[in-house]
């Protein structure tokens, strides 16, 4: 069902991509093995069953990549994602849906967010090298909750406080839909690279690391 994927997919680069599996149901946890274990490039270096347990193997397998559950006994995802996102790539994948819940996961500095029945076992090795590269990775569930604020109304974003230029801001009003760099370069004809270089020096003026955290604040919903 790769349709609820928010963001296409980009060109994937070679290389081995280290996975940690952190998930309390042992059922999802060798799911998620199996299907990366036949996908090239990826190695599953690891599994945990609680976020306690995901830290300590954060620091010493140093994976490129967590595959990290929400809900887990004695330390919750959100707690996790908050204390591993500086040192490795934190995608949620998990059957949460609620719109608190992956705003909170986003905050914490989660470059992605995927909802169980959202993707499949062709584009989960493809998603996983996607955030890699910096795009974003989200089910629609998850971009809904970026671009809605919730039941609480917040005053109106000044995006011209942020200091973009005109053509900063067009690419970051695309990127707030769910485009992907290819999309992008296609509807405001340019290069690719044209528009990766753009995205970076968006992502320096707004003091951000990843599009989860562009969106948020572009739109409002950072919790600021």
Same mark, same amino acid.
């Given at each position: ?82 204390? @591993? %996102?500086? !040192? ?5 994948? =998990? ?6 819940? &992956?705003? #909170?996961? /986003? ?76 999309? @992008? %370069?296609? !509807? ?5 690279? =044209? ?6 020096? &968006?992502? #320096?003026? /707004? ?18």
């Amino acid at each position: 069902m790769t349709d609820d994927l928010a963001l296409p997919l980009p060109v994937i680069s070679e290389g081995p991509v280290s996975v940690l599996i952190v998930d309390d149901n042992t059922v999802v946890r060798r799911g998620l093995r199996s299907l990366l274990e036949i996908s090239d490039g990826i190695e599953v270096v690891g599994e945990a069953s609680d976020g306690v347990l995901a830290e300590s193997m954060v620091r010493t397998l140093h994976p490129d990549v967590v595959l990290l559950d929400v809900r887990m006994p004695r330390q919750d995802g959100i707690q996790t994602a908050r204390a @591993i %996102a500086a !040192e490795t790539t934190v995608i949620m994948m =998990t059957f949460t849906d609620e719109p608190d819940h &992956i705003r #909170a996961a /986003l905050s914490a500095g989660a470059s992605g967010y995927l909802v169980h029945g959202s993707f499949d076992a062709n584009t989960l090795a493809h998603t996983i090298r996607s955030v890699l590269l910096g795009a974003g990775a989200f089910s629609a569930q998850a971009l809904a909750a970026l671009r809605d604020p919730g039941p609480a109304a917040r005053p109106a974003v000044d995006r011209k406080s942020f200091g973009l230029s005109e053509r900063q801001a067009e690419l970051m009003d695309l990127i707030a839909k769910g485009h992907s760099n290819g999309d @992008i %370069a296609g !509807e405001l004809f340019l290069a690719e690279k =044209t528009v990766k270089n753009h995205i970076n020096a &968006i992502f #320096a003026r /707004l003091g951000v690391a990843s599009r989860a955290e562009a969106i948020a604040l572009w739109l409002g919903t950072n919790g600021s």
